[in-house]
């Protein structure tokens, strides 16, 4: 297995994997999947200042097929004297190649990624269907908490 970073030099590889996703898994992915608009969408964030702190790692096969992706930002924050983290808010393998060590791959590759740049620290919003629980529980040295999230969608209603 190799690993990728996410570009504008291989987004096509990542526009492929995301049509092979909707199609083995239609039931999940609802929305009809416009391959230009997501493409288009994908390469302005990737040129967007806002998503500086945004990485997509993906899993590839020795042909360079993307078997699975895992999205994360690097977070910062002042409290404490200065705080270094990530949030992984996506991470999906295809369904035939799961149970395979890709998602394995792709955490510790990105576990590699946060070592070098400073960063202890993880966490992720948990799935809660038996096939994701059993893979957390797989990673080593992680726990599981129950914990309060509050989220809020903010109108941005012109004054």
């Not at 996703?21 to 230009?36: G, V, W, Y």
């Not at 576990?111 to 740049?117: D, F, G, K, V």
């Not at 914990?147 to 109108?155: D, E, H």
Request: with cysteine.
């Amino acid at each position: 297995m190799n690993i990728m970073m996410l570009s504008a030099l291989n987004l096509d590889k990542l526009v492929e994997f995301e049509k092979k996703a909707r199609i083995s898994e239609a039931e999940i992915f609802l929305e009809d999947f416009d391959e230009a608009k997501f493409a288009h969408e994908t390469l302005n964030a990737l040129e967007s200042p806002h998503f500086a702190s945004a990485r997509c790692l993906m899993c590839a096969d020795e042909n360079g097929n993307v078997l699975g992706r895992l999205d994360f930002s690097m977070l910062s924050s002042l409290a404490f004297g200065g705080d270094l983290r990530a949030y992984v808010d996506w991470v999906y393998v295809l369904k035939e190649h799961r149970h395979k060590g890709v998602a394995q791959f792709l955490f510790k590759k990105m576990e590699a990624y946060l070592t070098a740049h400073d960063t202890n620290e993880y966490f992720l919003i948990a799935a809660e269907n038996d096939e994701a629980q059993n893979f957390y529980r797989s990673l080593e040295s992680a726990n599981i908490e129950k914990q309060n999230i509050l989220t809020k969608k903010i109108s941005h209603e012109w004054r």
